[in-house]
């Protein structure tokens, strides 16, 4: 395809799913924008809010934007990994056993509450995130191409949880913080559900455009002196005095591909070092264990990165 006419697809992804989101959707700007990266990139998603910021309805209008079927899975304590993933049910007629598939088999996979998820459903999960397959009896079978997981977890709420570990946290390519909407935007959320609640309907675009747009973010040039920086960023949090676990090599990879996807989002086909500074946050924040004394002086993780941004050299 003429790199024009990919540009063409990514504008139209972005500018659709701007204006579509923002039907349903009051504010939570950055969520949006985030989550149009990951559909350009291909990447996880772990979406960290309280209850009712409209994580789950994000995620939902998406799939209807861009066609891809939606399936949720509801994290229990007793969720078993047959549960998402499916199990060979026998059928007494033909005294075979046949594939009964489980919600895992889907494009847009929405993990609702993933750290109340057990260790062992994590497992069968985070194999499905990486190698988008799954396997069952021993047999592998292949995930859609489009699989995407977007996981929900409730930042305040700590009984009867299992936090993720750090192999799985690796795995997703952003960690969005979805915050409480300003008092506009709330003034604004019941406003619409005064008048009989959002009853927008979105206009779906073909799936075709979004394995269009990309391809076109997977081939974006990147300059070598760009790749260093990323690099840079990446093991400044590894040397943090107040880290006692930095970013991982897959960090660095993450940030050349967010990067990417914030370029062709503003329209260009090159990556410059604003670009890989807006992904710091998001691709880095869920990567790094604070030390216990700046736990407990109230050190953020993005308040780490924050300097690390400020203290790395940019490439000129």
Request: hydrophobic share 40%.
């Given at each position: 395809m003429e790199p024009?006419?990919?540009?063409?697809?990514?504008?139209?992804?972005?500018?659709?799913?701007?204006?579509?989101l923002a039907k349903v959707i009051v504010g939570q700007h950055e969520m949006i924008e985030q989550c149009l990266v990951a559909l350009l990139t291909g990447g996880h998603v772990l979406l960290e809010g309280v209850p009712g910021v409209a994580k789950t309805l994000a995620v939902k209008t998406l799939s209807q934007l861009f066609q891809l079927s939606f399936q949720r899975i509801q994290c229990t304590s007793d969720l078993m990994p047959a549960d998402i993933i499916g199990t060979n049910i026998l059928d007494q007629e033909n005294r075979t056993f046949a594939l009964h598939k489980g919600p895992i088999f889907g494009d847009l996979i929405l993990v609702d509450e993933v750290n109340r998820m057990p260790p062992r459903t994590q497992a069968a999960l985070l194999e499905a995130m990486e190698e988008r397959q799954i396997t069952i009896?021993?047999?592998?079978?292949?995930?859609?191409?489009?699989?995407?997981?977007?996981?929900?977890?409730n930042p305040v709420d700590f009984e009867g949880t299992y936090p993720l570990p750090e192999a799985q946290l690796d795995r997703f390519l952003l960690k969005v913080l979805v915050p409480y909407p300003t008092e506009q935007e709330e003034q604004a959320i019941l406003a619409l559900y005064a008048k009989g609640g959002s009853a927008a309907v979105v206009e779906p675009l073909p799936t075709e455009v979004l394995a269009a747009a990309r391809a076109k973010v997977v081939d974006l040039n990147v300059q070598p002196d760009l790749v260093q920086y990323a690099v840079r960023l990446t093991r400044a949090t590894r040397e943090s005095p107040q880290l006692a676990l930095g970013a991982s090599p897959r960090a660095s990879l993450n940030l050349l591909y967010v990067g990417k996807a914030y370029a062709a989002m503003d329209g260009r086909d090159y990556l410059i070092p604003d670009d890989l500074k807006r992904a710091v946050p998001p691709v880095l924040r869920h990567r790094m264990m604070l030390k216990p004394e700046a736990q407990l002086e109230g050190v953020t993780p993005d308040q780490v990165l924050t300097e690390v941004i400020k203290h790395v050299a940019v490439p000129r």
């Open positions: 024009a006419v990919a540009q063409e697809q990514v504008n139209k992804v972005v500018a659709h799913g701007r204006e579509q009896d021993g047999k592998r079978y292949p995930l859609n191409p489009l699989f995407t997981v977007f996981a929900t977890q």
